[in-house]
């Protein structure tokens, strides 16, 4: 096994994923933020990912190592490579030693890293961020989903550390057949901070907002297991209230939902912004809205609901859903039966109570937002408990 300590180039953190900006998404947003603050208080960052073509990352703390990439059939953005093939990059990997590698994807990265501890011994840590299932079944037989599932939780089983992202998450992972230790390493959010009341106000002024608008939003990937048809047919039921609804983001579904909108009449109040990457852009939609919508059986543990909430504005999800389990029920948040008449009620209802829904918001942003400081904070010292039972040098804070 070699030994670290005759690496050429020494490096604290390799963060290893399968997409990175300008690819916006939770898994993205997430890594960015780990690099980020990794290397304010560490240094030493590297992040490896595929190449998107025309970025460049020069301008950033870290380096980000990138292998050949070709596009993802029926999921632009998104690009995916096999590292293994790419000399060039196994070149430049080669010449690296990390203390720890973090796989945020079970895909090409993430065996990628594997390699790595394989070869050189460095402790693997490997998040489990999705339900990968829900992806594998829109595109393959169920018997070749369940080989595809095994094959990742085979990957997850070869790692030192295994990470979700919020407790019911772990109850995901267990269905899927894995049996080792997991523990709960919280995501944060980048937009964290003391908004005065005037900052909300000149966001809606910026947008064209009028004061006593009521606005809903969803932000994300537009794809139907997001439960985005649940969004459109229960807004078409309510023809009567006043309403604004954006969509912030795209996906293989925008089209399809464009046209169920127009379908509906519902065109003068429905926007579709499109994607966003300028993380202030974003922020200004947040501030906007009274309402996050965000019914989805999909994911585990979104980002942009927790992104919502620093911005007070609180979600509606679905009763049920792994991850609307941070939700307590007209405190923080609006929890649903996914079927449009059941939403449709509880939207009119609230459009009704703004005053209700700002309580809600405000009670979001003290109890489901955590900076990404904090989080970042918390898993370099898991790190450095994970290096010092294996009895390997710690990261030092810089």
């Known amino acids: 096994m070699a030994d670290l300590l005759f690496s050429k180039e020494l490096a604290n953190v390799g963060l290893f994923c399968d997409c990175f900006p300008p690819v916006m998404d939770g898994v993205s947003v997430c890594v960015e933020n780990y690099a980020e603050w990794m290397q304010k208080m560490a240094g030493g960052v590297k992040v490896i990912t595929p190449t998107v073509p025309g970025v460049d990352y020069s301008h950033l703390d870290y380096e980000v190592i990138s292998y050949h990439s070709m596009p993802v059939p029926k999921r632009h953005p998104y690009v995916t490579g096999v590292p293994e093939i790419d000399p060039a990059f196994l070149h430049r990997i080669s010449k690296v030693g990390f203390k720890i590698l973090h796989a945020h994807c079970p895909f090409p990265s993430g065996h990628a890293a594997l390699m790595l501890k394989k070869l050189t011994g460095a402790p693997l840590v490997a998040t489990f961020h999705s339900k990968y299932r829900d992806d594998f079944v829109r595109v393959m037989p169920d018997k070749a989903a369940d080989l595809a599932v095994k094959i990742i939780m085979d990957f997850y089983a070869q790692a030192d550390l295994v990470w979700v992202p919020q407790q019911s998450v772990i109850d995901v992972i267990r269905d899927y057949g894995f049996k080792g230790e997991v523990e709960v390493m919280d995501n944060g959010s980048d937009l964290v901070a003391d908004y005065p009341e005037s900052y909300f106000e000149d966001a809606r002024k910026a947008l064209g907002i009028a004061p006593d608008e009521f606005v809903m939003l969803f932000v994300g990937q537009h794809i139907w297991e997001k439960n985005t048809r649940l969004i459109i047919d229960s807004l078409s039921r309510l023809a009567d209230c006043p309403f604004r609804m954006y969509f912030v983001g795209t996906g293989y579904a925008r089209e399809e939902m464009?046209?169920?909108?127009?379908?509906?009449?519902?065109?003068?109040?429905?926007?579709?912004?499109?994607?966003?990457?300028?993380?202030?852009?974003?922020?200004?939609?947040?501030?906007?809205?009274?309402?996050?919508?965000?019914?989805?059986?999909?994911?585990?543990?979104?980002?942009?609901?927790?992104?919502?909430?620093?911005?007070?504005?609180?979600?509606?999800?679905?009763?049920?859903?792994?991850?609307?389990?941070?939700?307590?029920?007209?405190?923080?948040?609006?929890?649903?039966?996914?079927?449009?008449?059941?939403?449709?009620?509880?939207?009119?209802?609230?459009?009704?109570?703004?005053?209700?829904?700002?309580?809600?918001?405000?009670?979001?942003?003290?109890?489901?937002?955590?900076?990404?400081?904090?989080?970042?904070?918390?898993?370099?010292?898991?790190?450095?408990?994970?290096?010092?039972?294996?009895?390997?040098?710690e990261i030092e804070r810089i």
């Not at 389990?325 to 109570?353: W, Y």
Request: proline share 6%.
């Open 258 to 393: 464009m046209q169920l909108v127009h379908s509906y009449g519902l065109d003068p109040k429905v926007t579709f912004v499109g994607p966003l990457t300028d993380r202030e852009a974003i922020k200004q939609y947040y501030a906007a809205a009274n309402l996050f919508l965000f019914p989805s059986l999909y994911d585990n543990a979104p980002l942009v609901v927790r992104e919502a909430a620093a911005l007070h504005t609180p979600a509606v999800m679905a009763r049920g859903a792994t991850a609307s389990t941070i939700i307590d029920d007209g405190r923080n948040g609006f929890l649903v039966e996914p079927d449009a008449d059941s939403m449709a009620a509880l939207l009119r209802n609230l459009c009704a109570d703004p005053q209700r829904v700002r309580d809600a918001g405000l009670e979001a942003s003290k109890t489901i937002v955590r900076s990404w400081k904090d989080c970042v904070s918390e898993a370099l010292d898991r790190y450095n408990l994970l290096l010092k039972s294996k009895g390997l040098p």
